[in-house]
């Protein structure tokens, strides 16, 4: 009877197997690319080996008591039903084997924790629903999104090859240099997760916690968030480029020249299509995933774009402050799960952002119609 | 109801445990709705409300009257007395849960919050937050902490004369000494309303609410659940002295009044580590 | 041993008539029809939750996202996870309790009728609130089952809904407890030493003890959600100097200890069913008691191993790393136990055996892969992967889950009168232990390369193992309803029971009619 499940299972997993013919089962870790990663591989493959070890002296001995003590092959039950010497051997044995294993363990441990002597420090944070690295002393900082599209997720386009792991902008570090990171968050628990480094640490909000690595070969580097963050949480990677020193500077380079750029946009005048197009970009980006690319929301817990009366209402007092409760303060300040934005966008990108929500996404307002970046910026 | 009292004492069928379910399940939507301003919540609440005080009340009578028509064996004592200190054990992991929560808060994640780990200026999460107690937390301002040498001090001496004055009813109550027993018993009463008094009084006086800060929280919580069971304790009390004036109990078979009075000293040695751990230190 | 097959009582408690139909159950203080009433209540949910499972083993069967969005994918893995814990196989343990305690050590009855009618009557308005909060605005709660802040605090009004469902349950199971306890202490029959009593009675006992101390737990660190939540405390908010951490500190306080709530009673089970079948005594029955109490005590000094990630200082990892790893050696005491009663047995492989000799061969699985997961190391890379998935579902279904089945088939004969289908009931185990494995042994894999838990779509490495593990996902759903036909067909005939049901089977509750009747040992049996 059991053959004919066996059998029955055998066929469907037969199906599957056909169904992806070219798929690498991945079996293992991944790779170790850290020195702290080695260990743990290292350490992790030593527990396979002697949990397997014991698993084959232990069963081995169950499976032959089964085949042997039966009572269809008439064995006779014996009565002993006591052995002290036995119960000591092996509540010890076990014992000696935890010791010989917690050594080790206790090594790494200790080499994880020593986060001194670090060549440069990072500080990520943890947003709902992407990472922000911040640069100490370096003057750059910048925010990590998601980078497949929301077509590739609903199956609408085939999906890269990085599928879920891929980002619009990397977190870049030097190979061979000992990286001190510190995790802190925003808004709820996150986790930043880099299997190849050995590195997990939660991002707790309102608390900075540290870890360390120190990447020993140049390459592209993928994690994901690994605390449940809401619903997004399966959608905000983490992807660490290892390169040279040389290309490391020049990236800081880079990535200085495009923060000058965002801040000079904030005095120039934009005309509206140039607002609308930049903030479609910005909105997708940073706010589909709540509000929809739509802008249909999930109420309750996220409002409709679509004819919102925060989108449509006026933003400006006589004064030529902002109102309370209007476009732009929800956007600079935020309410509620609606984070904060005024940290994380450059003053154009909230410009563009709010001219795209209050004229498209079947929105046209009439009161107060567009925002310049420089409204954002005396608003600040 | 006719069990002969050799054998153990089994109930028949009875609907005190369905109202016991109806009323919990009235309690706990109704607070679920009143919490997100359902209009229904609150008369659900209240509806939920007088099915538990009904049920305490019916279910109670009920096994008084049991006890008092002797159907009650030495094993069912033995029963009632291992019951009442497993339900007085879960009591003390309850505020065991909230001691816990104060000692890891002011030990463990004040001074993580207050280590900025080298970061300054728009880098740093908190400005300038040090790990005094009693602090509010880096962003919140605390106003007037308690000080344990006024009106706590003198709860501390309420309390502990009442666990005196119960023990010396609980004498009276073992020589059959009547005017003792309800003196005592009066007396305990007293003093757990005065106790009630004075804590409402420092309520009403403080300067800061359960809003202000790990202090504020950790300090409404744990004098608040505690306060409310010296509430149930002095109406146990009165019960237990109602009980009393109508000659319920005698010199060897008394165990409504034992536990209550276990009860009793519960709460005061709550209120012992209430004083040192959350006025005093 | 005397025998004490009373059915009549004539002076007792029963002579005003006892009420039939709904009545008899909704009022109920027999232990026997509360028992029922426990197992069946677990059986709904056990096929709800799962349920919920194969909503999500549907929408991970392909990467993207295909039917469910990934909110309500949150609300399946957390209702799944609330659900199975504290509606399916809680109380099924207090269901076997009801039912065996009593018959076990001979006592007439619980110590409080009235208080466990209670407790069970008490999980419908915590199975309402928990179900019902499918239907509010926003939906079921999405933060996990383990409702860490901020996240829960974002959550809407089915978390508080949650909340106080299992404030409820924390109430029935403390009530419960108290009440096992109390009959365990104080209704033994004459000459029921605690050294003689059942290992199934000592592993609830020392499970009440756990419940007692854990639930209040609990019960704190939802409150102080509650307040986090509606009432402007800051315990879990930093900005009050509060701390998130807190929260999973005292949570796994309980956690942990819930953690062998749930699997010492199924050790219990086991170690009635192996002596049975292998028709030999139970093979060091003192260190087994022991290794129980050792591993409960321990349970109260492990719970940060969850919380490896967070970044305690060193010293805490260490200590929990080893605490946790200590843990092993009891629980090793446990299994090498129970292979040395099998050993020179004379053994038979009915359904219940089966099911027992796969829980002591997968919970092992599952008690090594906690083991690596112990190595704090090497936790670093499995925490929140799909390998604590397996790990923990290695330990909960064919540890606990496996051994509930395997209890039911032991003892369905002394309940209902009949015996069960013995092919189907085979059918019913080889389909499981199959499916079983072909859904989560390859989440081993799939966690390894890292594969994060609790998301609704994932990167295209993972796609193969995610179908073979929905395959046996859909495969081990359908088979439970198997279970419930054989369970039915049980109740409606069979062939006859005998008292002694089991030829090797030993203990007080053979000695009483099968089915037992409605009230056994009100004269208290004799125990040598």
């Known amino acids: 009877m059991n053959k004919k499940a066996i059998f029955f299972l055998s066929t469907i997993l037969g199906a599957t197997f056909a169904q992806n013919g070219n798929a690498a089962y991945e079996l293992n870790l991944r790779a170790p690319h850290s020195e702290i990663a080695h260990q743990i591989y290292d350490l992790h493959m030593l527990i396979v080996y002697v949990c397997l070890a014991i698993m084959v002296v232990v069963f081995g001995v169950m499976f032959y008591s089964i085949y042997k003590h039966r009572k269809s092959v008439g064995h006779e039950a014996s009565q002993f039903h006591e052995h002290h010497l036995l119960e000591v051997v092996w509540t010890i044995i076990p014992a000696v084997i935890l010791i010989a294993m917690a050594v080790p363990a206790t090594k790494t441990i200790l080499a994880m924790k020593d986060t001194s002597a670090a060549d440069m420090t990072v500080k990520v944070t943890g947003l709902q629903w992407k990472w922000e690295y911040d640069y100490i002393g370096k003057d750059v900082k910048f925010i990590s999104n998601l980078a497949t599209t929301q077509d590739q997720i609903h199956g609408k386009s085939e999906k890269g090859e990085n599928y879920l792991l891929e980002v619009d902008n990397p977190m870049v570090v030097p190979v061979g240099k000992k ?36 990447a020993d070969a140049p390459g592209t580097y993928r994690g994901q968030c690994s605390e449940l963050c809401g619903q997004a949480h399966g959608f905000m990677p983490i992807v660490v480029e290892a390169v040279s020193e040389e290309k490391y500077a020049a990236w800081i380079e880079t990535k200085k020249a495009e923060a000058a750029a965002g801040a000079a946009g904030s005095d120039k005048e934009w005309t509206k299509e140039d607002l609308i197009a930049n903030g479609k970009t910005v909105y997708e980006k940073n706010c589909a995933v709540c509000h929809q690319a739509n802008g249909a929301g999930l109420p309750p817990a996220f409002p409709a774009m679509t004819g919102s009366k925060v989108a449509l209402g006026a933003m ?15 956007l600079l300040n935020g309410k509620g799960v609606m984070p904060a934005w005024k940290a994380q966008l450059n003053d154009v990108e909230i410009a563009s952002v709010i001219t795209y929500e209050r004229q498209a996404l079947g929105n046209a307002a009439t009161v107060d119609p567009i925002v310049q970046p420089s409204q954002i910026k005396a608003a600040r | 109801m006719s069990q002969s009292t050799k054998s153990y004492f089994l109930p028949g069928p009875s609907f005190w445990p369905l109202i016991a379910s109806i009323s919990l399940f009235l309690l706990a939507g109704g607070f679920s709705m009143s919490l997100n301003k359902i209009a229904m919540g609150t008369p659900l609440m209240v509806a939920g409300g007088i099915a538990l005080a009904y049920l305490l009340f019916g279910w109670f009578k009920e096994v008084i009257e049991e006890s008092v028509s002797k159907h009650y064996n030495k094993q069912v004592d033995k029963s009632f007395r291992w019951g009442m200190g497993f339900f007085i054990f879960s009591e003390v992991m309850f505020f065991f849960g909230f001691f816990g929560a104060l000692f890891y808060a002011r030990n463990v994640s004040l001074p993580w919050l207050a280590d900025a780990h080298g970061l300054t200026g728009a880098h740093a999460v908190w400005q300038n937050f040090s790990a005094a107690w009693p602090t509010a937390g880096p962003s919140l301002k605390l106003e007037g902490a308690m000080k ?54 420092e309520y009403a006086e403080a300067a800061f609410t359960i809003k202000s800060g790990i202090y504020g929280a950790t300090f409404y919580m744990l004098t608040g659940f505690h306060g409310l069971h010296v509430t149930m304790g002095t109406i ?28 009793w000293h519960f709460v005061d040695v709550v209120w012992l580590f209430l004083f040192i751990f959350v006025y005093w230190l | 041993m005397s025998s004490t097959t009373t059915t009549h009582d004539a002076h007792g408690h029963d002579d005003h008539g006892h009420p039939t139909g709904l009545m008899r159950w909704v009022k109920s203080t027999n232990h026997k029809d509360i028992g ?21 083993r549907a929408e991970l069967f392909q990467p993207g996202l295909q039917f469910i969005k990934p909110e309500v994918f949150n609300q399946l893995t957390t209702l799944h996870g609330l659900i199975m814990i504290f509606g399916a196989i809680m109380p099924a343990f207090v269901g076997f309790a009801n039912w065996q305690v009593p018959l076990m050590i001979g006592a007439p009855d619980m110590a409080f009728p009235r208080l466990n009618n209670m407790s069970f009557w008490l999980l419908i308005p915590a199975a309402i609130l928990l179900l019902a909060s499918f239907f509010v605005p926003g939906g079921a709660a999405a933060g996990g089952w383990t409702m860490y802040p901020p996240l ?62 854990a639930m209040p737990v609990l019960a704190g660190a939802l409150t102080m959600l509650i307040t986090d939540r509606h009432f402007g405390t800051h315990f879990f908010n930093a900005a009050g100097g509060g701390d998130p951490v807190l929260f999973q500190h005292v949570f796994w306080f309980f956690g942990h200890p819930e953690v062998y709530i749930m699997i010492l009673p199924a050790f219990g089970i086991l170690s009635t069913i192996i002596p049975t079948f292998a028709r030999k005594p139970l093979f060091g029955y003192a260190s087994m008691v022991y290794a129980t109490a050792a591993i409960a005590v321990l349970s109260f000094v492990v719970w940060a191993h969850h919380m490896f990630t967070t970044g305690m200082p060193v010293a805490g990892q260490l200590f929990f790393m080893y605490s946790t790893m200590l843990i092993s050696v009891p629980t090793g005491v446990k299994v090498f136990n129970w292979l040395a009663t099998m050993w020179k047995g004379s ?51 064919s540890g606990a889950a496996m051994s509930i089945m395997g209890g039911v088939y032991y003892w369905i004969p002394k309940w209902t009168g009949h015996m069960y289908d013995e092919t189907l009931g085979k059918w019913h185990f080889w389909l499981t232990t199959i499916a079983f494995n072909v859904t989560f042994f390859p989440m081993h894999f799939t966690g390894l390369a890292g594969m994060p838990r609790r998301i609704p779509d994932y990167s295209q490495q993972f796609a193969e193992f995610n179908m073979i593990s929905s395959l046996g996902a859909f495969a081990l759903g359908l088979s439970q309803l198997l279970f419930l036909y054989v369970v039915i067909k049980c109740i409606r005939g069979g062939a006859k029971a005998t008292n002694q049901v089991w030829d090797g089977a030993q203990g007080l509750e053979w000695t009483v009619a099968s089915p037992a009747p409605f009230h056994t040992f009100e004269t208290p049996p004799q125990v040598k």
Not at chain 2, 170 to 179: A, D, E, P, S, T
Not at chain 3, 36 to 56: D, E, K, N, P, V
Request: charged share 10%; glycine share 8%; hydrophobic share 55%.
């Open chain 1, 179 to 214: 990286v001190r990171v510190l995790l802190t968050a925003n808004d709820v628990i996150h986790s930043w997760s880099m299997p190849s480094f050995g590195v997990k640490q939660d991002a707790i909000p309102g608390f900075i916690k540290e870890t360390w690595f120190r």
């Open chain 1, 316 to 330: 400006w007092g006589a004064d030529g402050k902002y109102l309370k409760d209007s476009h732009v303060d929800r």
């Open chain 2, 148 to 201: 344990p040498w006024g009106l706590p001090a003198i709860n501390t001496l309420l309390l502990l004369t009442s666990g005196v004055t119960l023990t010396w009813a609980h004498w009276g109550l073992m020589k059959n000494k009547r005017n003792q027993i309800i003196i005592g018993l009066a007396l305990t009463i007293a003093l757990g309303a005065a106790f009630m008094y004075l804590q409402y009084t």
């Open chain 2, 236 to 263: 146990m009390l009165a019960i237990i002295l109602f009980r009393v004036l109508k000659g319920h109990f005698d010199s060897h078979d008394h165990f409504g009044f034992e536990a209550v009075a276990w009860y």
């Open chain 3, 36 to 56: 029922t009433m426990y197992l069946w209540f677990s059986f709904t949910m056990f096929l709800f939750a799962g349920a919920l499972a194969m909503g999500i």
């Open chain 3, 152 to 213: 829960s605090v974002q959550g809407g009004m089915s978390v508080d809904m949650s909340i106080f469902a299992l404030h409820i349950l924390g109430v029935s199971s403390i009530v419960g407890s108290i009440n096992i306890i109390t009959t365990i202490f104080n209704m033994r029959a004459p000459g029921m030493t605690l050294m003689k009593m059942p290992m199934f009675v000592w592993t609830w006992l020392i499970t009440a003890y756990l419940l007692i101390a």
């Open chain 3, 347 to 397: 053994m038979t492989f009915e359904t219940p055996m089966l099911f027992s000799v796969a829980v002591v061969f997968l919970f092992t699985i599952g008690g090594f892969s906690g083991l690596v997961c112990a190595i704090l190391p090497v936790d670093i890379q499995l925490q929140d992967t799909y390998y604590v998935v397996a790990h923990f579902h290695y330990v909960l279904f």
